[in-house]
């Protein structure tokens, strides 16, 4: 069962947030100073590119959490698309801060997610 879990939607973007821990770390995982943040990012199937949202996503909620409460442990999050309507990467990152502050994880601060883009005149366009 989840420490905390939380979901998060933009229009028609679903993810799902589950946070474990924080727990004993795997031995190849221990950090002797500070906990190890582990990201699972389940999109549906037949789609690619998780790694890299996995490593966006850890490296996002790293500087947020305070690990060095946990030495010796992992903080797992599991993100689960449920669908994927744009914003994929804000709503995934929003829905893990919002199932971080859930499970009580220790942070010195929160972070929000939003899609933009740049057009070609200037101009700022949100969630495009």
Do not use: W
Request: net charge negative; aromatic share 4%.
């Amino acid at each position: 069962q989840a420490d905390g879990s939380a979901r998060f939607n933009f229009d028609k973007t679903c993810v799902y947030a589950g946070i474990f821990g924080p727990t004993e770390a795997k031995a190849h995982q221990r950090l002797s100073d500070e906990s190890v943040l582990v990201v699972n990012f389940a999109l549906p199937t037949g789609q690619g590119l998780h790694k890299e949202s996995e490593a966006i996503i850890r490296r996002t909620l790293e500087p947020i959490i305070v690990r060095s409460q946990n030495p010796m442990c992992a903080i797992e999050v599991t993100l689960q698309v449920v669908n994927d309507d744009g914003s994929l990467l804000a709503a995934s990152v929003n829905a893990a801060v919002s199932a971080l502050v859930d499970a009580g994880v220790p942070m010195c601060g929160q972070a929000a997610a939003v899609t933009c883009a740049i057009s070609p005149d200037g101009s700022i366009m949100l969630d495009p």
